[in-house]
């Protein structure tokens, strides 16, 4: 049962378009969501967070939304650059009680593609 | 950089073999993880340490052996594998507090059991 869902395998988008991720998680008891950028023959890196006391969380032009009562939450990327093309993993865990595990459940990652 | 480095990069192995993965975290963290990451599939969370104490264990497969020295290094220890665990493996660090924290994770070891 993946609780953590990706559905679209790959984005393609125009340099300067914004760039629309969508992930949608199923277990309720998630109060955390990251989302990771990987390129190849590298690891995960760390992009952007959001808590779930929170509906948006902006850093420069990387913005996340959470829609709690949908379980589902996106990542806007504008204005694209061809560098942003890469894998992106969104990734939830469970931090109530204020106890993090550091038990992070992944999607299974959406190709984007930024063409020039 | 990511401060988070594993070794080596690519291995090969036969089923028979004995083998470790090594991964060493140089950012001061106090919990270390390995996941597996294969083909088309989302990345699975294999072991959790946090301070040095395996706190996470999922249900993976005895011939995976973790083990974690200090709060730096963190090695997984392979032995009779079988090809379906030819994959990717990914270690990652935290710095663990009473609420969020974020991992930062090492480039990984493709892995191939023959």
């Known amino acids: 049962d993946q609780q953590v869902k990706q559905n679209s395998p790959s984005l393609s988008v125009q340099e300067g378009r914004i760039s629309i991720l969508n992930c949608d998680y199923t277990?309720?008891?998630?109060?955390?969501f990251l989302w990771y950028k990987k390129y190849p023959a590298e690891g995960p890196t760390f992009l952007i967070s959001?808590?779930?006391?929170?509906d948006k969380n902006e850093d420069g032009r990387f913005t996340v939304f959470l829609n709690k009562s949908a379980k589902h939450l996106s990542l806007h990327i504008v204005p694209s650059q061809p560098g942003d093309s890469a894998v992106y993993f969104c990734?939830?865990?469970?931090?109530?009680?204020?106890?993090?595990?550091?038990?992070?459940?992944f999607g299974q990652g959406t190709i984007l593609t930024v063409h020039p | 950089e990511t401060g988070v480095t594993q070794t080596p990069r690519h291995l090969v192995m036969g089923m028979t073999n004995k083998k470790s993965l090594k991964c060493e975290q140089h950012?001061?963290?106090?919990?270390m993880y390995w996941y597996k990451q294969s083909a088309k599939k989302p990345l699975e969370l294999m072991f959790v340490?946090?301070?040095?104490?395996?706190?996470e264990n999922n249900s993976v497969p005895s011939r995976f052996s973790p083990e974690c020295p200090n709060s730096s290094h963190l090695f997984l220890h392979l032995h009779t594998l079988q090809p379906e665990d030819s994959a990717l493996y990914l270690c990652?660090?935290?710095?663990?507090?009473?609420?969020?924290?974020?991992?930062?994770f090492g480039p990984g070891t493709r892995l191939t059991v023959t």
């Open positions: 990652a660090s935290s710095q663990r507090t009473s609420y969020l924290d974020e991992q930062y």
């Open positions: 277990n309720s008891m998630f109060d955390y």
């Open positions: 959001i808590s779930s006391i929170k």
């Open positions: 990734a939830a865990s469970i931090n109530a009680g204020g106890t993090s595990y550091g038990k992070l459940t």
């Open positions: 950012l001061g963290h106090n919990a």
């Open positions: 340490y946090s301070l040095e104490e395996r706190v």
